[in-house]
Structures are given as C-alpha cells and as structure tokens.
C-alpha cells in the first residue's frame, strides 16, 4: 500500500473553525469547505426525488395489478421494490433538507421532472420489461450523479452509490423473473 507523501503536516486552526462555525449556523451542515454548487445539488437531488416517486407509483400500481399463473412471487416483487424506492425518497429528501433546499414532492410536474416513465404495461411481461427498463435509465442517471458530485459532495455521492447499488440488484431481479418465468 503506498503511503501518502506530504510535506507539510495536516494542521487545523481551531480557534477560526469554531469561529466560522458560530458566525454561519444558519447554514447547517454546508460549511465553508463545502466544494459543490448546493443549487445545482438541490436541482440534481429533486430531479432524482421525482424519478423515486415515480418508480415508487409504477410498483404499486404493478403490485396491486399484476395477474396470472405467476404473478403471486412477482407482485411480492413489486410492492418489495416499491418500498425501497420510497426508502430512496426518503434519503433523497432529506438530503434536500440538509444542504438548505426545499424537497419537491409537488405532484405537478413530477413526469417531467422524473427521468424514469409512468408506464403501467398490459400484461406481466410488459410489467417487469417497462420497470427493468426504469432501473437501467436509474442506473445509468446514478452513476452520472456519482461521478458528478466526486469529492466535492462526499455525503450526497455516498448516498447516492448506496442507492445506486438497489437500483442495480433490482434490474437484475426484473431480468431474473423474466428469465425464470420464460418471459424473456
């Protein structure tokens, strides 16, 4: 394991981070070495807030809805996945909150705000095709946000590759019951 080469040793100034951290308490946890743009983070987090509800709405819907010979297991699937994306929500909305932003869960505009579609499908096959095509555009929008946030937003990429890791064993589990019911 390399070690880590510098020349100078890691020294804080107490005294001025205690100032700082009195004279902006109004602030919360944004404190001034804080390296991302907090408006484009709350724009980026309610984008990824909008996607959650709405993949939130299409479980459910699939959930309540899903029939035929092996639609026990599946609807189980789908009201499972409907209650991780709302557990995604609600991370996401809470991070709003601390970086000083407003969670929008105003349900006009939510479509065009989502980067996943409402679509409800005809039957069980176009049920578990329309959500594992939700979660591969999921995935693909969480990587981005990963990448984008790096280490100028540590805590927001932290929770983001949390979320980014379900959203990736939920498509598998989309592709794994269309394999295993002959669907695909």
């Known amino acids: 394991m390399a070690e880590m080469q510098t020349t100078q ?3 804080m100034d107490m005294e001025m981070l205690r100032k700082r951290a009195r004279e902006h308490m109004d602030e919360g946890p944004v ?5 991302g743009d907090v408006a484009t983070a709350v724009k980026i987090l309610n984008d990824a807030l909008a996607t959650e509800v709405v993949c939130v709405l299409r ?3 699939h959930a309540v809805t899903a029939k035929g010979i092996h639609s026990e297991s599946v609807r ?4 499972q996945h409907a209650r991780e994306e709302e557990e995604h929500a609600d991370l996401i909305a809470e991070r709003i909150d601390q970086l000083g ?3 929008n869960f105003d349900p006009a505009g939510l479509l065009t705000r989502s980067v996943t579609q409402y679509v409800e499908g005809n039957d069980l096959r176009s049920m578990i095709e329309e959500d594992l095509v939700a979660e591969r555009v999921a995935i693909e929008t969480y990587r981005a946000m990963v990448r984008y946030f790096a ?5 927001t990429r932290q929770m983001l ?3 980014l890791a379900k959203e990736e064993e939920h ?11 002959g669907l695909r």
């Open 9 to 11: 040793p890691f020294v």
């Open 31 to 35: 404190t001034g070495n804080y390296e």
């Open 59 to 61: 479980y459910k819907f």
């Open 76 to 79: 189980d699937e789908f009201a």
């Open 101 to 103: 932003g407003k969670p």
């Open 151 to 155: 280490n100028h937003d540590p805590t």
């Open 161 to 163: 590759e949390v979320i």
């Open 171 to 181: 498509a598998n589990d989309m592709h794994d019951l269309l394999v295993q019911h």
